[in-house]
């Protein structure tokens, strides 16, 4: 081994960068439509199974974390990192993530009228997965993250065939039920159901997408890539296959959907990889994915504001669908709002980035 190549820093990775700007700049783009009732098919999530173009935000998200896990992890073990020391770091950083997400939940409850506080919610699982992927990074060997990754697949899709995945009947749905309630994105008090797509039973499979992008991080980050095109492809087709006998469904983030948006994160990552690490190309998404947290917390916060002041139906009305209604429609309008929000904290974040300023929690 060149001991020389172990001191050294951990180089960065443009290709992370870009995924993860883009993947910030899809989520932004979906969750901030100017006008709910017009939203364009490929800008919502599938209704219960099925995968839009939607459904592969969140997934290439954690995709990523678990990717940068890898790739800040394993340079610190060898330089000589105690992994305890590093271990804290990591369920410290999982703890401020969750911290911001409740925040933000909370200034939504506050700021937006008929709007409960949900305790689940993006950041929340995000911190969840980073926190135990870390740990599984630190704590096990190579071939025993396989071996959980098989058991959270196989353990989970064996959970969802005795429980069901029905939007009506399925474990996910008894659990939230049960312990979340009136803290779930959805709540019927009359029958006492709860759901959230972000809840604890589906979280198995949030993990298992994680520790998949912990093993891609690896392959990566020592040129491995064969085995990184050979993983993504190998998952996809499981994916599809698997579809054919419990379905792709993000709500439930079933295994079926693991390995399909797996596969195809794999995939995505290899291009950008040989794009933008070996061949030096340019690629979009690189000073957004370096302050992903502050948009993503920003542009919350931007929208939790307007709504509460009403500025926000005034400004979309009159700098958006009173003029783009009739000439491209009232879904267009809708997406140009949405577009609109991308635009102003990529800006911002470009801004930060010529600065060498990044906002990191």
Avoid at 147 to 154: A, I
Avoid at 291 to 315: E, F, I, P, Q
């Amino acid at each position: 081994m060149n001991t020389a190549s172990v001191a050294s820093p951990a180089p960065r990775f443009a290709s992370v960068d870009a995924l993860r700007g883009l993947t910030v700049a899809a989520m932004l783009l979906v969750n901030d439509a100017g006008d709910w009732s017009h939203v364009y098919p490929w800008l919502e999530h599938a209704a219960w199974n099925g995968c839009s173009p939607a459904d592969y935000i969140f997934p290439f998200f954690l995709f990523v974390a678990g990717v940068s896990l890898a790739l800040a992890l394993e340079p610190a073990i060898e330089r000589g990192r105690a992994p305890a020391a590093l271990l804290r770091g990591v369920l410290s950083r999982a703890a401020r993530l969750f911290g911001a997400g409740l925040f933000l939940h909370l200034a939504a409850a506050l700021l937006i009228a008929d709007r409960a506080f949900r305790l689940p919610g993006v950041l929340q699982r995000i911190a969840l997965c980073v926190a135990l992927t870390g740990a599984a990074a630190l704590t096990l060997r190579p071939r025993a993250q396989w071996t959980l990754l098989g058991l959270l697949l196989l353990g989970y899709g064996a959970l969802l065939a005795w429980g069901g995945v029905a939007q009506d009947a399925n474990p996910a749905l008894y659990v939230d039920s049960a312990l979340l309630r009136r803290l779930a994105y959805q709540y019927d008090a009359a029958s006492g159901r709860a759901f959230d797509p972000e809840g604890l039973v589906s979280t198995l499979g949030a993990l298992a997408t994680t520790v998949l992008g912990l093993r891609a991080g690896h392959w990566l980050r020592r040129g491995e890539l064969d085995a990184l095109a050979r993983a993504g492809f190998v998952a996809a087709a499981a994916g599809a296959a698997l579809n054919l006998l419990q379905p792709i469904n993000k709500a439930l983030w079933t295994p079926a959907y693991v390995l399909w948006t797996g596969g195809i994160a794999c995939l995505a990552l290899l291009v950008a990889h040989r794009l933008a690490d070996r061949r030096g190309i340019w690629l979009p998404g690189g000073a957004l994915g370096r302050n992903a947290m502050l948009a993503y917390a920003g542009s919350w916060l931007l929208v939790c504001g307007l709504a509460a002041t009403g500025a926000d139906r005034w400004l979309y009305a009159h700098a958006f669908a009173s003029w783009l209604t009739p000439l491209a429609g009232a879904e267009f309008a809708s997406a140009a709002w949405a577009a609109a929000i991308v635009a102003v904290w990529w800006r911002v974040a470009i801004a930060l980035d010529r600065r060498g300023w990044y906002w990191k929690i």
